[in-house]
């Protein structure tokens, strides 16, 4: 999808949770990235909305 729509269904999805998860989140305070506030949750939420995440690797300069 379009960045502006994905970017839109992370910031709802996100505080869906708030409004209605808040006490299955992790308990952690402060300035948090997503992937710390929300945790396996909203990576959940956004899978099942057709949003995937992929860990990439950077290889060396030089190495194929």
Do not use: C, H, N, W
């Amino acid at each position: 999808g379009d960045a502006y729509a994905e970017t839109a269904k992370m910031a709802a999805e996100s505080a869906i949770l708030l409004a209605t998860r808040r006490e299955s989140l992790p308990s952690f305070s402060g300035v948090l990235t997503p992937a710390v506030a929300f945790g396996k949750e909203l990576v959940d939420r956004l899978d099942s909305r057709g949003i995937r995440f992929e860990i990439v690797r950077r290889l060396r300069e030089g190495i194929q």
